[in-house]
């Protein structure tokens, strides 16, 4: 690396990082980070499509005569949260943060189109996929639907995600499934108000929706093998304004998690069953407001080959450890994996504070082995 400069240039790109943590926008509003991007890539001379799933951008970098394709995507959409840091390069944007690093992910994607912008000692077509609302609109499958592989075809597909606890700047990955799916719905319980002290003549959406609250409680010890993780929560119930009112309605948002595709439709079929027949039971009515739901994201073992031996050739066996078990949590990138082989790797945050808190900051120190990450993993698979 040393002859393209990059130590010369890791100032530069930590101030990158600063900037987009500075500007945090929420999933498919991000118009100020993408032309952010948009101009750091111009400026290197890229040849840049925009406006994919709104503020989405993808960048291409083509050397030698190869037909081959390889896709790295970052994410860079922030969260509706007041940050709390006190860091002199804190969000200036009151209520938004960027709590999980997407700031630093981008930035890593920079490094990499920055270094091999300039070391075009590789033959095929590298795709730099910048992505938005990962968190919460499934921009990946946003990007899909507007046409991503289509027009930028990719043999495999790679992305890095920082995870605190893990020691700074190591790598942890895994074959199969990696992250869990996520589905959410809100179930409205149409029940019928009335005076506190007259529930004989209500329908009480209160104890309508308790009652689904502890039958769903079961779904997961009863109908998912033991072997199977899933995860059901309530994570809301809103009801009510007084205690000597009985409302109309209540309100529960579920989310359901889950490793295997059949067990995922599983739960969300039971989830409906269940609330169905619990309000029945009582002469009530539910309603369901389903919203996107993520799959798993299942590593391809190839990629995962790849990625390893990527890792361990420039920077040490001891640089990457197999992830033992799968993530609960959920990640969009699954919906490209759905179509193009590929990896979802995890690099170590070191101590810092979790993801999805106030006081979370992507740590600096690990921007430039996230760079050089891709910068090999391209120039291997291009060789």
Known sequence: ??????????????????????????????????DFIAEQLTKWGFEIARGLATTGIVATLRAGSSNRAIGFRADFDALPMQEETNLPYASQHPGAMHACGHDGHTTMLLGAAWALSRDKSFSGTVHFIFQPAEENFGGGKLMIEDGLFERFPCDQIFALH?????????????????????????????????????????????????????????????????????????????????????????????????????????????????????????????????QVGYPATINDPEAVRVAEA??????????????????????????????????????GNGNSSGLHTTTYDFNDGILERGAMFFYHLAKDQLA
């Open 162 to 290: 920082n995870w605190p606890g893990i020691p700074s700047g190591t790598f942890s990955t895994r074959s199969g499934p990696i992250a869990a799916s996520i589905d959410v719905v809100t179930v409205t319980v149409k029940g019928k108000g009335g005076h506190g002290a007259q529930p004989e003549i209500t329908v009480d959406p209160v104890v309508v929706g308790s009652s689904i609250v502890m039958a769903l409680q079961t779904l997961v010890s009863r109908n998912a093998s033991p072997h199977e993780p899933a995860v059901v929560t309530v994570g809301a119930f809103l009801s009510g304004s007084a205690s000597n009112i009985i409302p109309d309605t209540a309100v529960l948002e579920i989310s359901m998690r889950a490793m295997n595709p059949a067990v995922r439709e599983e739960i969300r079929e039971r989830v409906e069953q269940i609330a169905t027949f619990q309000a029945k039971s009582f002469g009530a009515d539910v309603q369901f407001d389903w």
């Open 1 to 34: 690396m040393s002859d393209i400069g990059f130590q010369d240039f890791l100032p530069e790109l930590v101030n990158i990082r600063h900037s987009l943590h500075q500007m945090p926008e929420i999933g498919l509003s991000e118009f100020k980070t993408s």
């Open 310 to 347: 990527t890792i361990a050739t420039h920077f040490g066996d001891a640089a990457s450890t197999r992830l033992p078990v799968p993530l609960m949590g959920s990640e969009d990138f699954s919906f490209l994996l759905e179509k193009v082989p590929g990896a979802y790797v995890l690099i």
